[in-house]
């Protein structure tokens, strides 16, 4: 009896010193957020429980990361047009799993969850215990938060969901989200993000969900829409934010998320934040023109011109992972590219039409917002292959079958600035940053 238990208390610390040794290489995944600061993890990061658990190869995450993209522009495409697409991806394999991921504290005890950030969306929502359909293996219980209560119908509240259904007391709504569809409690708790507590933050307790689109473990909405939390956190954050997002070449790196005006940067460039009243969660700005190298490519004004009514215009956005630009600016920046890399047969690679097989010193690409000139390195503009023999431009025109008039500034191309979202001011500020 005696030696079983000894020899299962020592294969006991034997796997503890394992787990801390493995843990031990990247201390980072256990450093606990300070201040008003969280720590932004790759989705593929060492951190992140939800990384392919099975080394993908280059071409395997390129082609994974761009059908995913697929299904986030068709989902942002029918978010401007206001009409749900019926999702093409729905049935295939295609899931649309976040790229950069937070931890945020729910309820008293505390309850961690890892949580998409998103902004172009408002709603928060975490997988609750019994939820049907949820991939999660870490749900949100509710019944073992002391502070945790249901919205009743008759709150204010409930109606600043999308399509609330009060069949019963509580109120339920029903979101389309990339290829899901999530049915939701409304629920209220206090949340705890690194070390600010928030009461009262109100979120959706999901109980059931279709597809593959939904976040692993939650969904942190950061856009400007009145149940996001910036609205819910006015006293506290006053609708002010930054992130640094770390590339996905150096996983071993965390970003930041940085809620609130205390500590944001003083020098940095500011372009108008547009508001779109029929996309109130959307965050446009205006691109106004685009330079390969020093040549200003030639757009019809139309392709980057904001129109409230379509929703036409150029959006930031954290979710997608490679710029898609409307055809027309797409071509002609790709176009220009392909004049300056000369000398080298250009291949493709999945939906990307601009690939070389042998190495070439590609010109910087400028994007011109009024106010504000962000050019581009080429760690922003282009992918290696690890073997180094394929490079590719990392942007590609919007997908023709969704009719989309939606330029979307992805995250790729912000990995490593520091994007600074003042809502206040209604203004969006850019400036070089590694992200460690
Ligand atoms: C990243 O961290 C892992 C362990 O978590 C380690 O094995 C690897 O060498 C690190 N990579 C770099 C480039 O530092
Ligand atoms: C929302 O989804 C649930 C579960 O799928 C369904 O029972 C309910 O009727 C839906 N409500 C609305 C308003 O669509
Ligand atoms: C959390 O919830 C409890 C119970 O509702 C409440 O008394 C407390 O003030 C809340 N807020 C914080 C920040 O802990
Ligand atoms: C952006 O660059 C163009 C030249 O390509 C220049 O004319 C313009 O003044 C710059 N804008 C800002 C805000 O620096």
């Known amino acids: 009896m005696d030696v079983t238990v000894r020899s299962f208390s020592l294969s006991a610390i034997a796997l503890l010193l394992f787990v801390s040794f493995a843990q031990g290489q990247n201390p980072r995944c256990e450093t606990p957020d300070q201040g008003s600061n969280l720590q932004v993890f790759h989705v593929y990061s060492p951190c992140s429980p939800f990384r392919p658990s099975k080394p993908l ?12 993209d697929q299904a986030r522009i ?12 019926v999702p093409i991806a729905s049935g295939r394999q295609i899931t649309q799993s976040p790229t950069y991921i937070v931890r945020a504290k729910f309820g008293t005890p505390a309850q961690t969850l890892l949580l998409a950030m998103d902004t172009s969306n408002d709603a928060a929502w975490v997988p609750c215990t019994g939820c ?37 007391p509580v109120c339920g709504f029903n979101i389309t989200y990339g290829s899901s569809t999530v049915a939701a409690n409304l629920g209220v708790d206090n949340i705890t993000l690194a070390t600010d507590s928030v009461s009262g933050y109100t979120f959706g307790c999901i109980q059931k969900a279709t597809g593959s689109s939904v976040p692993p473990q939650g969904l942190l909405g950061l856009g ?11 006293n506290l954050y006053q609708s002010t934010f930054s992130y640094c997002l770390p590339s996905f070449k150096t996983l071993n790196f965390s970003g930041s998320l940085r809620l609130g005006p205390v500590g944001q940067p003083t020098r940095i460039k500011y372009t108008p934040l547009l508001k779109n009243p029929r996309r109130s969660s959307l965050y446009y700005v205006n691109l106004v023109a685009i330079r390969v190298g020093r040549k200003i490519v030639d757009i019809p004004p139309a392709a980057l011109a904001f129109n409230p009514t379509t929703g036409a215009g150029t959006v930031i956005d954290s979710g997608t992972v490679f710029t898609r ?13 392909r004049r ?6 250009v291949t493709s690679l999945g939906g990307f039409d601009t690939c070389y097989s042998v190495p070439i010193v590609a010109p910087t690409i400028t994007f011109m917002f009024t106010g504000m000139n962000v050019t581009l390195p080429p760690d922003n503009l282009l992918i290696h292959s690890t073997s180094g023999s394929t490079t ?35 203004r969006l500020g850019v400036a070089r940053e590694l992200c460690t």
Request: aromatic share 6%; charged share 15%; hydrophobic share 40%.
């Open 57 to 68: 190869s280059w071409e395997e995450s390129v082609l994974q990361m761009l059908a995913k």
């Open 74 to 85: 068709q989902y942002l495409s029918s978010l401007v047009a206001r009409k749900s697409v």
């Open 132 to 168: 049907v359909g949820c991939s999660s293996t870490v749900l949100f219980s509710a019944d073992k938060s002391t502070s945790f209560k249901t919205l009743g119908c008759q709150e204010p509240r409930c109606k600043q969901v999308p399509n609330p259904s009060c069949s019963g």
């Open 224 to 234: 400007r829409g009145p149940l996001s939390l910036l609205s819910q956190t006015q």
């Open 325 to 337: 630009l409307v055809a027309p600016a797409y071509i002609a920046v790709r176009d220009e590219f």
């Open 340 to 345: 300056r890399v000369r000398n080298a047969a």
């Open 392 to 426: 590719c431009l990392a942007m590609a025109a919007a997908p023709d079958n969704v009719n989309s008039v939606l330029n979307v500034i992805a995250n790729m191309q912000q990995q490593n600035h520091r994007v600074l979202f003042d809502v206040p001011n209604s």
